[in-house]
Each structure stands twice: as C-alpha cells, then as structure tokens.
C-alpha cells in the first residue's frame, strides 16, 4: 500500500511538472509569435498526429528502433564479455583502459563522422550506438563484479561448485542492480545518439532523417513533433525498462524469502 501510494505521488509530480513545462511552452510562444521560430503546444500536437497518420510513420520509426536495438544488443554483450574479464582479472582493466578512455573522450560528433567515411549511412547509427554505450554497460560491470563479497566465492571455491553455478548462484545476483542501472542509462543514452548520427548520416528512413528533412524545410512544428518522438521513444523503453526490473525484483525478494 506505501508502495502504491509512493508510486502514487510520483506519478503527480512528473505530471505536474510536465503541465507547467507545457505552460511555460505556451506563453514564450505566444509572445515569440513566430510559428518558425517556436510553435505552439497546438501546432506541435496538430503535427504529430498528422505524422502519425503518415504512412511514412511507422517506417522512420521502425528503423530507427532496429537500429538502436541493435547497436545497444551489441554493446551490452560486448559491455558483459568485456567487464566481467576486466572485474575478474586486473589485467584486462588494463587492456581495455585505453579504449574506454579513447571513447569516453572522443566528441560523439566525431565519430558520427569517421563512421560516415567508413561505413553505409544504414550502419552509421549502429556503429555509433555500440561506441558510446559499451563503456556504460562495461564500467558498471565491472563494479558490480567486485561487489561480490569474496567471502561467498571463497566458500563457492571450497565447496568446489562449478564456475556455471558460481555465475548463476553468486556473481549475477550481485550484478542485477549493476546490471539494471547500465542498461537503464545506456537505453537512454542509445536514442540520443542514434537520433543524432541519423541526423547526420541521412540514412532513407529513421526519425533523425525526418528531423533533418524538416530542418531543411524550416518546418519548425514538424522538428519539434519529431522530437517529440524522439522523446517519446525514450519514455517507452523507460517505462518497459522499469517494469520488467521490478518485474525481476519482487521475483529475486520471493525466492529469497522461501
């Protein structure tokens, strides 16, 4: 029942705060007055139910979550492989130091365009997805890893259970809140990004392509519906996200509890 109501409280303020967002939205508007410079709350909404009702809708939509499903699909198994190595063995961390450095360092406009004179504009995205959530995904892996308490594979090892068993029993019970935050901020950082490198790249279809379609136009409200969309995408997988994690939660404390 607290839960509930917490839950409850939540929801209003996000509410809220989203209502004088709009608000606000409104009266800059209206006092801008120039439906180019930023249109209304209206105009955006006539827009985008304009847009969903395109044909070409459900296609830059589709393509640009394949994309995004795909390069974060890749990163969290390379984010896994990588980390688990560098948490077990210190020498690994020290393999991997450079690249992750190099990553988190570059520009992602950079690499958008590197990827542009390496790879077809289709791949571009993907390529820049796997490239800026992997350290996310690795670093905290790597955490969660050595926040395993050594005295549970220390009895692990005296009782010579299998290293399947000791992934499965000890180290991924420690790594779900770890593993859960990764995915969570990597998610939220995927859309952005392949948004942004659509953006650039121009590929045939993708939300990023109909933004910069609309730029060139100067069809501000259709800018900011697609934005919109954008947003949206991220709020979806958000709250898909934080469902299936409670989901996993409540089944963890379960079994816990038997």
Not at 33 to 43: C, H, K, M, T
Not at 170 to 183: D, E, I, K, Q, W
Not at 215 to 230: G, M, S
Not at 231 to 255: K, N, P, Q, Y
């Amino acid at each position: 029942m607290a839960d509930r109501r917490r839950r409850g409280r939540e929801y209003l303020s996000i509410v809220a705060a989203a209502a004088v967002l709009i608000g606000v939205w409104k009266l800059v508007a209206a006092a801008v007055g120039l439906e180019i410079i930023l249109p209304s709350p209206e105009v955006t909404l006539e827009r985008l139910i304009a847009i969903a009702g395109s044909r070409s809708f459900s296609v830059s939509v589709g393509a640009t979550v394949a994309r995004g499903l795909t390069g974060f699909a890749v990163a969290a198994g390379a984010g896994l492989a990588a980390g688990a190595l560098a948490g077990l063995r210190p020498t690994f961390e020290r393999v991997f130091l450079p690249l992750v450095t190099v990553i988190r360092s570059t520009p992602v406009v950079a690499f958008i365009l590197i990827a542009l004179i390496w790879f077809d504009t289709d791949f571009v995205p993907v390529f820049v997805t796997v490239l800026m959530t992997f350290p996310v995904i690795y670093e905290n892996i790597v955490q969660g890893i050595r926040s395993v308490d050594p005295r549970l594979t220390e009895l692990a090892r005296a009782y010579r259970v299998s290293r399947r068993r000791m992934w499965f029993r000890v180290y991924l019970p420690s790594l779900f809140p770890f593993l859960a935050s990764a995915a969570r901020t990597a998610l939220g950082l995927t859309w952005k990004v392949v948004v942004a490198a659509e953006v650039l790249s121009i590929p045939a279809h993708g939300v990023g392509a109909e933004l910069q379609q609309a730029r060139v136009l100067l069809e501000t409200p259709v800018v900011f519906a697609w934005t919109a969309v954008a947003i949206l995408l991220s709020a979806v997988t958000d709250v898909v996200f934080s469902l299936i994690t409670r989901r996993r939660r409540r089944l963890m404390e379960r079994g816990a509890s038997v």
